[in-house]
């Protein structure tokens, strides 16, 4: 007997492709998710090895920062040491300031006038002293004027006293230091050295 198909070819293929959609629709979903996981695993990989090069950076940079305060420490300790330094050149510049200042005031001062204090306030310099006359004290102050090492003395006070029949004239004479004034040891320039 021969068989007949009783079923609509049509539906059977209806069926067929139906079933054709769902395997690609399913392999497709797969795929799809395959290659989203795969992206994400990817791209989790790169933000992670991303993270780790930041890390790395930030412990360089912290380094880096350290290294820097301790530049700026030893610069200031630069500039310390600098300063002292200068000092120490100025004093040795200035060292023998005042055996000058001293010496010329020995080699100016006359006979018969005698110094009783000596004040340096700056460039400025008070003489106090006693002399036999008026004429000394004036001569003193030519000295003085005349020395590279001392400028513009100026007669302060000046008092006249008789004691025990011997007449002497206490004085206050004010004085320009020019060894302070120019803060070396030679006189100002042009003047003759002694």
Request: hydrophobic share 40%.
């Amino acid at each position: 007997m021969t068989k007949i198909n009783l079923l609509d070819w049509r539906a059977e293929r209806r069926q067929r492709r139906k079933q054709q959609f769902m395997l690609l629709l399913g392999i497709t979903f797969l795929a799809s998710a395959a290659l989203v996981g795969i992206a994400y695993f990817a791209m989790d990989e790169a933000i992670s090895h991303q993270q780790d090069r930041n890390k790395i950076l930030q412990t360089e940079i912290a380094a880096l920062d350290k290294q820097i305060k301790e530049i700026q420490e030893l610069q200031k300790v630069k500039a310390n040491l600098l300063a002292r330094m200068r000092v120490i050149e100025q004093l040795q510049q200035s060292r023998s300031a005042t055996v000058h200042f001293f010496d010329e005031i020995i080699n100016t001062l006359p006979d018969g006038v005698y110094l009783t204090s000596i004040k340096q306030t700056g460039t400025d310099v008070t003489l106090d002293g006693v002399a036999e006359s008026n004429g000394r004290i004036s001569a003193y102050m030519k000295n003085l004027d005349s020395s590279p090492w001392f400028k513009d003395p100026k007669l302060v006070v000046i008092r006249t006293s008789d004691k025990n029949r011997l007449r002497s004239s206490e004085f206050q004479l004010k004085v320009t230091n020019l060894t302070k004034a120019t803060d070396s040891s030679q006189p100002a320039a042009g003047a003759p050295r002694k």
